[in-house]
């Protein structure tokens, strides 16, 4: 079918478009709400993202890894978001940096 094309030498970017497409992955959504992640574990795949949305009315939060080394989002203030790709197979511990009651999990399994 791609010999059809007139612009036959554009089929090597095409195709490369759509490898980086496909490699780019899915996006879980995760919504702050009643100080509480919803839901609190997700279960995605390598070259996944999460993304955390503040639903509450008032109150900011953030996304906040202790494990690794304290890496945290920046306040994220209602109808807010912050994305994270995971690159990496593993256990993702997070809390909320000014509510550290609050807690999630992103499992990335290969």
């Known amino acids: ?5 007139k612009g036959l030498k554009r089929a090597p970017a095409l195709l490369a478009l759509v490898s980086f497409v496909a490699l780019a992955g899915e996006t879980v959504e995760v ?6 992640f919803m839901p609190p574990q997700v279960t995605i795949r390598v ?7 503040n639903r509450e009315k008032r109150t ?22 912050w994305q994270r790709r995971f690159t990496k197979a593993g256990r993702y511990d997070y809390t909320c940096g000014p509510h550290p009651e609050m807690k999630g999990v992103v499992i990335v399994g290969e």
């Open 1 to 5: 079918m791609l010999a059809r094309w």
């Open 31 to 36: 919504g702050i709400q009643d100080y509480k």
């Open 47 to 53: 070259g996944d993202s999460v993304q955390w949305t």
């Open 60 to 81: 900011s939060h953030s996304v906040l890894f202790p494990a690794e080394n304290g890496l945290e989002s920046e306040r994220l203030f209602p109808d807010e978001s």
